[in-house]
């Protein structure tokens, strides 16, 4: 079964308007991580946000946030004022285990591949 | 702050032949590790070293190999090309720090830009 499930393949979106990409996850750990990272035509992975397991609230960095609703196991990446350059595909990440002991791993969704148009 | 640095950035190799990545990790970052990124299969954990010790390991054949020196710098090597051998193949570093306080560490990873690998 797919631990982390991006069913969006593509995605178009006016520039300024706001765009959903979805995630969602699965794991029995209760310590994990989410991230979303952007990757440009270039090939490298830019990180973007990030959500801890035990986080109260939902991450925001500048013009994205993610809404976590950990009931349904859900991470979508929301991005406000969409911009040209936000074309790019889009990969959604999960930790699970703890960074201090070492015995983590990471899991990376499939992507989703966003268009923003003029 | 640079990067994280890796060389070559494209290469070509014929079937059988062998290839040596190489990856300069964040100053400071002890832990690297080296995915791999296919159309069809995304990207997919090939390993994980912390402090010259293979910490983590995907599912991968045995021609896959790496190692991690004393200046966190790490090399993978690819023996006995294949042509499904064919992918970007990314390295990452990050702050993972075992056995030691690190509340605000994330975990998260910072990628290089790539070696793109093309099989024949």
């Known amino acids: 079964a797919q631990k982390i499930t991006q069913t969006q393949p593509g995605m178009f979106v006016q520039e300024k308007e706001a765009v959903t990409l979805d995630c969602t996850y699965d794991?029995?750990?209760?310590?994990?991580?989410l991230f979303w990272y952007k990757q440009p035509s270039s090939g490298e992975m830019i990180f973007l946000i990030y959500?801890?397991?035990?986080?109260?609230q939902n991450a925001t960095e500048g013009r994205y946030s993610l809404n976590f609703q950990k009931a349904r196991k859900s991470a979508n990446l929301v991005i406000s004022a969409s911009q040209l350059g936000d074309s790019a595909m889009y990969f959604c990440?999960?930790?699970?285990?703890?960074?201090?002991?070492?015995?983590?791993?990471?899991?990376f969704g499939t992507g989703t591949r966003l268009k923003v148009l003029a | 702050k640079a990067g994280v640095t890796q060389t070559p950035r494209y290469l070509i190799k014929t079937r059988g032949q062998q290839v040596t990545l190489s990856c300069s990790p964040i100053?400071?970052?002890?832990?690297v590790s080296w995915y791999q990124q296919t159309p069809g299969q995304g990207l997919q954990f090939l390993f994980e070293?912390?402090?010259?010790?293979?910490?983590n390991k995907g599912n991968f054949p045995g021609r896959f190999s790496g190692r991690q020196f004393s200046n966190s710098r790490s090399e993978m090597n690819v023996s006995t090309l294949e042509l499904g051998d064919s992918a970007l193949y990314l390295c990452?570093?990050?702050?993972?720090?075992?056995?030691?306080?690190?509340?605000?560490?994330?975990?998260?990873?910072?990628f290089g830009e790539g070696s793109r690998l093309t099989v024949l």
């Open positions: 990452a570093s990050s702050l993972a720090m075992a056995g030691q306080g690190a509340p605000t560490n994330t975990g998260e990873l910072f």
């Open positions: 794991t029995s750990d209760p310590s994990y991580g």
């Open positions: 959500q801890g397991s035990y986080d109260q």
């Open positions: 990440a999960m930790r699970e285990g703890l960074v201090l002991s070492g015995t983590y791993k990471y899991i």
């Open positions: 100053s400071g970052h002890r832990s």
């Open positions: 070293y912390f402090s010259e010790t293979q910490r």
